[in-house]
């Protein structure tokens, strides 16, 4: 009996001499817990337990409605006091569009990582105000949180995955067109790799193609109000350019944005014509234009075997016909080894719009000066240019100065040249380049002297400019022989093309295009469908209907 009381007495000693007391301020009716193991209910304030201080340990402190306390325990000294921060919570309900997600979120320091459970439904301290939801394979969804203590709140969550991208628009309910196709309305999810051929389109906005993908999971698009423009003309059917681009064909109408722009209208067979307009809120904004009517065609029998080079630049065989614009040009025919050389431009060949080039033959004259030259019923100033049918055996001809009479040989398909002095060349300055500034050892030159203009033997610096730019070239000039300067630059128009055949070409290249557009280099310019080769001269945005080229207009 008194063994077992001194055992009992000693137990109580020891364990009054070797435990921790820990006293903890926390919400009445909280659950205590340490390692694991339920130390009690707080009831009052500060509520003591006391802790085994053989080993540290954790102390969690529950409470229903309230976030959990957790702390470590070190257990230095003999007693501790341990004020827990609880912290109402707000009851979170999700719609989301997968089965299953992770939530992040730092609270007190501590970063919290769990997963939605099934129901959707998850509950955090209230003060919480940034939380993220996961998915591999998707973008992060950031969710900015305004709780309240024991809120309930609802979230529909669209997790978007990483090779999609979700389209917004400001207006929202835009159309969205993939490649020209219509996909829906915004918003609206989108596969990323598509992203560089989708446009919006509103009603009374401007559309919007999209560039510059972006890393983010989505991507709002601000529409742009647009100045509706209304452009008419007579005749129908009109190309318009807007600053150079094609916007469509009369009657038409069109958003843009507002400001000043270079309004061009063009129709093969009539004069462009350029306008500059201004579109504004508060403007009429509708234009009504009349074309005057400008074709002159020049057209060739028995080209089959003739090669053309106008205006320097070498085109090929077989050409039908040639649309003469209001400037002049020069034409070298070759074949075998004849060779015909004149100028063309518009009303010059009102007796011949058609050529025979197997009966054609020109006679050229070249002087110093303006010298008057008669042939046939027909007086120039040199340099003058000739044209003659003739049958197709070789024919003398007369040609009259005012101080002698020449009597020639003519062949067909055969240019003549008479020099009237015996101490000049000529010179034959052409470009792809419309009304450009021509120099000839600095002085100034008109662009219509610049076929067969005369020089005294030697060299001769010859410089072109145009759009900034000058080129410049030294030509050697020999008594009684003609010299060739070519002059290119690098420009480019807008050529707006329609054709209802399988294919055709342009200076060569083969398209099969039926409606397209093309940046053309400017001049000379080849149209064939392989029956018909038509040459256009090119220098500003230019609508063209094949089909009428080759059917003649």
């Given at each position: 009996?008194?063994?077992?009381l001194l055992v009992f007495l000693?137990?109580?000693?020891?364990?009054?001499?070797?435990?921790?007391?820990?006293?903890?301020?926390?919400?009445?009716?909280?659950?205590?817990?340490?390692?694991?193991?339920?130390?009690?209910?707080?009831?009052?304030?500060?509520?003591?337990?006391?802790?085994?201080?053989?080993k540290p340990g954790y102390l969690?402190?529950?409470?229903?409605?309230?976030?959990?306390?957790?702390?470590?325990?070190?257990?230095?000294?003999?007693?501790?006091?341990?004020?827990?921060?609880?912290?109402?919570?707000?009851?979170?309900?999700?719609?989301?569009?997968?089965?299953?997600?992770?939530?992040?979120?730092?609270?007190?320091?501590?970063?919290?990582?769990?997963?939605?459970?099934?129901?959707?439904?998850?509950?955090?301290?209230?003060?919480?105000?940034?939380?993220?939801?996961?998915?591999?394979?998707?973008?992060?969804?950031?969710?900015?949180?305004?709780?309240?203590?024991?809120?309930?709140?609802?979230?529909?969550?669209?997790?978007?995955?990483?090779?999609?991208?979700?389209?917004?628009?400001?207006?929202?309910?835009?159309?969205?067109?993939?490649?020209?196709?219509?996909?829906?309305?915004?918003?609206?999810?989108?596969?990323?790799?598509?992203?560089?051929?989708?446009?919006?389109?509103?009603?009374?906005?401007?559309?919007?193609?999209?560039?510059?993908?972006?890393?983010?999971?989505?991507?709002?698009?601000?529409?742009?109000?647009?100045?509706?423009?209304?452009?008419?003309?007579?005749?129908?059917?009109?190309?318009?350019?807007?600053?150079?681009?094609?916007?469509?064909?009369?009657?038409?109408?069109?958003?843009?944005?507002?400001?000043?722009?270079?309004?061009?209208?063009?129709?093969?067979?009539?004069?462009?014509?350029?306008?500059?307009?201004?579109?504004?809120?508060?403007?009429?904004?509708?234009?009504?234009?009349?074309?005057?009517?400008?074709?002159?065609?020049?057209?060739?029998?028995?080209?089959?075997?003739?090669?053309?080079?106008?205006?320097?630049?070498?085109?090929?065989?077989?050409?039908?016909?040639?649309?003469?614009?209001?400037?002049?040009?020069?034409?070298?025919?070759?074949?075998?080894?004849?060779?015909?050389?004149?100028?063309?431009?518009?009303?010059?060949?009102?007796?011949?719009?058609?050529?025979?080039?197997?009966?054609?033959?020109?006679?050229?004259?070249?002087?110093?000066?303006?010298?008057?030259?008669?042939?046939?019923?027909?007086?120039?100033?040199?340099?003058?240019?000739?044209?003659?049918?003739?049958?197709?055996?070789?024919?003398?001809?007369?040609?009259?100065?005012?101080?002698?009479?020449?009597?020639?040989?003519?062949?067909?398909?055969?240019?003549?040249?008479?020099?009237?002095?015996?101490?000049?060349?000529?010179?034959?300055?052409?470009?792809?380049?419309?009304?450009?500034?021509?120099?000839?050892?600095?002085?100034?030159?008109?662009?219509?002297?610049?076929?067969?203009?005369?020089?005294?033997?030697?060299?001769?610096?010859?410089?072109?400019?145009?759009?900034?730019?000058?080129?410049?070239?030294?030509?050697?000039?020999?008594?009684?022989?003609?010299?060739?300067?070519?002059?290119?630059?690098?420009?480019?128009?807008?050529?707006?093309?329609?054709?209802?055949?399988?294919?055709?070409?342009?200076?060569?290249?083969?398209?099969?295009?039926?409606?397209?557009?093309?940046?053309?280099?400017?001049?000379?310019?080849?149209?064939?469908?392989?029956?018909?080769?038509?040459?256009?001269?090119?220098?500003?945005?230019?609508?063209?209907?094949?089909?009428?080229?080759?059917?003649?207009?």
């Amino acid at each position: 009996m008194y063994r077992s009381l001194l055992v009992f007495l000693l137990l109580i000693f020891t364990t009054f001499l070797f435990s921790y007391t820990v006293n903890i301020i926390a919400l009445t009716g909280s659950e205590v817990y340490f390692d694991s193991r339920f130390m009690g209910t707080v009831t009052e304030t500060p509520f003591t337990i006391e802790v085994p201080d053989d080993k540290p340990g954790y102390l969690k402190i529950k409470k229903p409605g309230y976030s959990d306390f957790i702390t470590h325990i070190e257990l230095l000294g003999i007693e501790s006091q341990i004020t827990a921060t609880q912290v109402p919570l707000a009851k979170l309900i999700f719609d989301i569009n997968v089965d299953s997600a992770n939530i992040k979120y730092t609270f007190l320091n501590q970063n919290y990582y769990i997963l939605l459970p099934t129901s959707n439904e998850v509950d955090i301290p209230y003060n919480i105000e940034k939380m993220i939801i996961e998915k591999d394979g998707y973008f992060d969804k950031e969710l900015n949180l305004e709780l309240k203590p024991f809120d309930k709140k609802h979230f529909s969550v669209t997790l978007i995955p990483i090779d999609e991208i979700l389209i917004e628009s400001n207006p929202p309910q835009a159309n969205v067109f993939l490649d020209g196709k219509l996909l829906g309305k915004t918003p609206i999810t989108v596969k990323r790799s598509n992203f560089d051929i989708i446009s919006l389109e509103k009603e009374g906005y401007l559309v919007k193609t999209l560039k510059n993908l972006p890393q983010d999971d989505r991507i709002i698009v601000e529409l742009e109000k647009g100045i509706e423009i209304f452009v008419d003309s007579n005749p129908k059917d009109v190309g318009v350019f807007l600053d150079n681009e094609f916007i469509g064909s009369t009657p038409m109408r069109g958003l843009f944005p507002p400001g000043t722009y270079n309004l061009t209208l063009s129709k093969l067979g009539y004069v462009s014509k350029d306008l500059m307009i201004e579109l504004t809120q508060n403007g009429l904004n509708k234009y009504y234009v009349e074309l005057n009517p400008s074709l002159n065609t020049i057209s060739f029998l028995n080209s089959e075997n003739y090669e053309f080079n106008i205006d320097g630049k070498y085109l090929g065989k077989g050409i039908d016909k040639i649309i003469l614009d209001g400037s002049p040009h020069f034409v070298r025919i070759i074949s075998d080894k004849k060779n015909l050389e004149f100028p063309i431009y518009r009303d010059f060949y009102d007796k011949m719009e058609i050529i025979d080039l197997n009966k054609l033959s020109t006679v050229n004259v070249y002087s110093l000066h303006n010298t008057p030259v008669s042939f046939i019923g027909e007086t120039q100033k040199t340099p003058a240019f000739f044209l003659y049918n003739m049958l197709n055996n070789p024919q003398f001809v007369n040609v009259r100065t005012l101080n002698r009479t020449y009597s020639i040989l003519l062949e067909p398909s055969e240019s003549v040249d008479i020099y009237t002095e015996s101490d000049f060349g000529n010179l034959f300055i052409t470009t792809n380049v419309k009304d450009p500034l021509i120099y000839i050892n600095g002085r100034y030159l008109n662009a219509n002297d610049c076929f067969g203009y005369p020089l005294k033997p030697g060299v001769h610096t010859v410089e072109v400019r145009k759009f900034n730019e000058i080129k410049q070239q030294k030509v050697s000039i020999s008594s009684g022989e003609k010299s060739f300067a070519h002059f290119e630059f690098d420009s480019k128009v807008p050529v707006k093309v329609n054709f209802t055949g399988e294919k055709y070409t342009i200076n060569g290249e083969e398209y099969t295009n039926t409606n397209k557009a093309f940046y053309l280099p400017t001049g000379p310019t080849l149209f064939s469908n392989g029956e018909a080769s038509v040459v256009l001269f090119i220098h500003e945005p230019m609508y063209v209907d094949l089909d009428k080229l080759f059917r003649g207009l």
